[in-house]
């Protein structure tokens, strides 16, 4: 972690990628954020704390629920652009093992494409804490569908050479299992839904540099995946000579909610 409670790839990386996040991140299905409100019983009424959030990418599909936004994200240059995409929200500097919120006073906790980032342990007793008793909390992830060639492909030409995927490795981990093991939690529900976003080779590229670790890399090595990647758009045999296709990802949340906000 930095001085200031970030994973040093996230904060050298997203510090980096926040227009290229911008850009090319996809969004979620309306399926797993009606899920998260209807969980959460968002409303005018209600707060949500949006935490590690990024751009804004959940954050904006929050806000037609009604219920008052709060955007807490660590990295200013994802601050600044969150701001300006989601002019509604109330967006704060903080972590998540540190929250900027008083204790009981949010009725749900939503944390999208992070929490792998995270020191786990603190960071499910900062939510348990802010959290008021019953109250919500939603972990996401968009995962890429990697049973499809070009996809699977695509993943492993960021992991060549020096290049490493901390941004991958929570793939496999359970993550029902570590929310109970915390204790903290109610029984957890799984929600899923297959999808696909609408790419072009720009659009490729632009998800490749919003990958933290590559996002880090010096210009030249950067330079050299992200050439791998163009070069893979124009010669895939699933893609050669396509203008458009299709990125396929699976989104999974789970839900669950806090014991008596302890």
């Not at 704060?92 to 009725?107: K, Y």
């Not at 929490?115 to 959290?131: I, S, Y």
Request: net charge negative.
């Amino acid at each position: 972690m930095t001085a200031d409670g970030i994973h040093p790839a996230a904060a050298d990386g997203f510090g980096q990628a926040a227009d290229a996040y911008e850009a090319a991140r996809p969004s979620y299905p309306s399926a797993v954020v009606e899920a998260i409100v209807q969980r959460a019983a968002l409303a005018p009424d209600r707060v949500v704390a949006d935490v590690a959030a990024g751009t804004g990418k959940l954050t904006r599909l929050l806000v037609p629920s009604g219920a008052a936004v709060l955007a807490v994200e660590p990295v200013a240059a994802m601050r600044e652009a969150l701001a300006a995409a989601v002019p509604s929200a109330t967006v704060l500097d903080g972590t998540a093992e540190a929250l900027p919120l008083a204790d009981a006073t949010v009725d749900a906790v939503t944390v999208a494409q992070a929490f792998h980032w995270f020191d786990q342990p603190a960071a499910l007793a900062e939510t348990a804490r802010v959290l008021r008793p019953g109250s919500t909390l939603a972990l996401l992830w968009n995962l890429r569908d990697t049973s499809v060639p070009w996809v699977r492909d695509w993943g492993d030409l960021l992991v060549d050479g020096d290049l490493d995927r901390p941004y991958e490795w929570y793939y496999g981990v359970d993550y029902a299992a570590v929310i109970d093991a915390s204790g903290r939690f109610g029984p957890v529900e799984v929600v899923e839904a297959a999808w696909a976003q609408p790419v072009d080779e720009e659009l490729v590229m632009a998800r490749a540099a919003s990958v933290s670790v590559v996002a880090a890399l010096d210009a030249p090595a950067r330079a050299e995946v992200l050439d791998r990647v163009r070069d893979l758009c124009r010669t895939h045999p699933d893609l050669v000579g396509r203008a458009r296709w299709d990125f396929p990802y699976r989104t999974v949340a789970y839900l669950a909610t806090v014991r008596h906000g302890r």
